[in-house]
């Protein structure tokens, strides 16, 4: 089962994001903000990371910044999702090596799309017969 840190300082958008890919098979991590990630990061060692970009204690650029300088972590890949629209933002995110960048509010189908592309997800189960 694809474990998923989902780092947000809005309790709402960790339950959502939670919500819709434990729908899909994985298990879910919170985080608060950005030293709490890099803690579970080291920790649960999760399959992908969805991070926001503006927290307290530590921002998401930073985050992406010291999961690279950790070789235990640097592979982890990492999706953004965040309220942060520029340009600047997105180019700097990319070359910092995330594998996608979406926006807030997000789509549900987008956002596992995105997941997708990162994560092999178990396929569902089929409904038993009756």
Do not use: H
Not at 20 to 47: F, H, N, Q, W, Y
Not at 56 to 73: F, I, K, S
């Amino acid at each position: 089962m694809p474990k998923v840190l989902v780092v947000d300082d809005e309790p709402n958008i960790i339950r959502i994001v939670q919500f819709c890919l434990e729908m899909e098979g994985c298990t879910v991590i919170g985080a608060a903000d950005g030293r709490e990630a890099l803690d579970k990061a080291e920790s649960e060692l999760p399959d992908l990371i969805i991070l926001d970009i503006m927290m307290p204690r530590m921002d998401g650029m930073e985050v992406l910044r010291q999961l690279g300088y950790q070789r235990a972590t640097r592979k982890i890949p990492v999706i953004m999702l965040t309220a942060k629209t520029s340009s600047w933002d997105v180019a700097e995110a990319r070359q910092l090596g995330v594998k996608d960048y979406l926006t807030k509010p997000f789509d549900r189908d987008r956002l596992l799309t995105a997941v997708r592309r990162v994560l092999p997800l178990p396929p569902k189960a089929a409904p038993k017969p009756e």
